[in-house]
């Protein structure tokens, strides 16, 4: 490479909970810079969930944190171009992208729902993804099976 790696950005945890993985989550959800918005969906929609699901010894920023460990994907495709054939070839993902996957498809789909308010949509697409359901737990399994029926491609992994 003739460039060096650009340096990690540090992110600041975010004011109520003090934790980073808050403030990446509000990052994703941010439209047009508007970060104290997305902060007050965030929070709302936690609130929201700690009212849908009455678990006594979970708090509802834990809830949120299993919701992204069920939707949170193992295995991708990525395409290779071997001998003039493209091969959808199945690779491991980093951690850090692993996480970035799940908040983001966590937040496409709580878009697309049908709701009132962000913050509804946002905490009916946690809920679902508590009970391994909805849209982004869908997205993982079609992920997974992507990379299962792909498995014979393997050796071409770079």
């Known amino acids: 490479m003739r460039k060096a790696k650009p340096k990690k950005r540090v992110i600041l945890p ?14 994703h959800l941010m439209l047009d810079g508007k970060k104290n918005v997305s902060y007050g969906i965030f929070y709302s929609a936690l609130e929201v969930v700690g009212q849908k699901v009455k678990d006594a010894d979970k708090s509802p920023l834990e809830l949120w944190k299993q919701a992204l460990d069920n939707i949170t994907p193992l295995v991708e495709v990525k395409s290779k171009r071997i001998g003039g054939a493209t091969f ?3 690779t491991e993902i980093r951690a850090d992208r692993k996480e970035s ?9 709580a878009r697309k729902r049908g709701g009132h308010s962000m913050a509804e949509k946002l905490a009916g697409e946690i809920v679902d993804a508590l009970n391994n359901q909805g849209g982004a737990f869908k997205r993982k399994e079609d992920m997974h099976r992507m990379a299962e029926a792909n498995r014979a491609f393997a050796h071409f992994r770079f």
């Open 14 to 27: 975010d004011p109520v909970y003090g934790e980073v993985m808050v403030a990446k989550f509000v990052n």
């Open 88 to 90: 959808q070839v199945p």
């Open 101 to 109: 996957i799940a908040m983001k498809n966590m937040i496409n789909f």
